[in-house]
Each structure stands twice: as structure tokens, then as C-alpha cells.
């Protein structure tokens, strides 16, 4: 193992199961590795988030460089088909640095979400909120809905 998760299966009624996995990825794990045991906890479930500390650095969700860790997270989940959320302010704070290493690995979840990092609790990591919205409607025009097909005709897109 290159990771350490906790996975539990939140079970509503009339409805697929969804895995939630907490996840820590070692600085000292091997950068190309923790993928396998990443490709594991996504088999286990489709309907599945993976949130935790990966310990990877990429431009891609707002960090300042790349590291390899990173690199391959952003690889990987370009082959598997993954999302990586990620909050728009950092989520690991260190002497005159900061960055996003806390994230959440989804796939083919289409709920809208909230991501945000929260500064409480620890003075070097920022929890995560993460809201999914699993209802959600949308709002009763009852007629109230007119187009204007002269400006649509002009500008369709």
C-alpha cells in the first residue's frame, strides 16, 4: 500500500450506494505508485469520492509548481476520467508558503457542488467543506418564460 484510506458506504433509500474514502498520501510514498491504490478505492463503487490530503502539486488546481506526485495524479486522472475538486484558496500553509494539496477525487458524480477551504482547527491544514447538492429542483416558471427569437436569430450561441 502507498496510501492510507478509510472508506465508508453512505446507503440512501431507492438509490445506488456512494462510497466516501478519507485519504492520505505519504510525502515519502513512491510518486508513481499511489495511482494503483487510487485505481483500487475507484473499482470499489461508482459512485464513489475520494477526499484527503495527497501530498501533490500541480498547476492545475492553484499550487505555484508541480511536483511528480502531482504530475502523475494529473495524468492519471486524465486517463482514468477522474475530476479533481479543489477549493479556490489553498489548504496547506507553511513557512512563507501555501498551497492545495487537500483535494477530492470524483468520477462520473454529477451532482453540483461547493468546495472551500475553512481556516480552523490545525495551524498548518485547512479542513475542507464539500457540498453536494443531491436535490435540487429547478425553479417553477408557471408561463413566466418569454425568447426573443429576433435577438436569438441574431446571436444563437
Not at 490530503?53 to 492545475?60: E, G, I, K, L, V
Request: aromatic fraction near 12%; glycine fraction near 4%.
Amino acid at each position: 500500500m502507498h496510501v492510507e484510506a478509510a472508506t465508508i458506504a453512505l446507503n440512501f433509500k431507492n438509490s445506488n450506494p456512494i462510497f466516501l474514502s478519507s485519504i492520505y498520501v505519504p510525502p515519502s510514498s513512491d510518486h508513481s505508485m499511489f495511482t494503483f491504490d487510487l485505481e483500487t478505492l475507484i473499482q470499489l463503487n461508482s459512485n464513489h469520492i475520494i477526499c484527503g490530503d495527497f501530498n501533490a502539486h500541480h498547476t492545475s488546481w492553484n499550487c505555484n509548481n508541480n511536483n511528480p506526485r502531482g504530475v502523475s495524479l494529473r495524468s492519471f486522472s486524465d486517463y482514468a476520467g477522474l475530476e479533481i475538486l479543489f477549493p479556490n484558496s489553498p489548504t496547506r500553509y507553511g513557512s512563507n508558503t501555501s498551497s492545495t494539496i487537500d483535494l477530492t477525487v470524483i468520477k462520473n458524480f454529477l451532482f453540483p457542488y461547493e468546495i472551500h477551504s475553512l481556516a480552523e482547527l490545525s495551524p498548518d491544514h485547512n479542513p475542507i467543506l464539500l457540498c453536494f447538492y443531491f436535490k435540487y429542483s429547478l425553479p417553477d416558471s408557471q408561463g413566466k418564460i418569454t425568447t426573443n427569437w429576433k435577438k436569438f436569430q441574431k446571436n444563437p450561441h
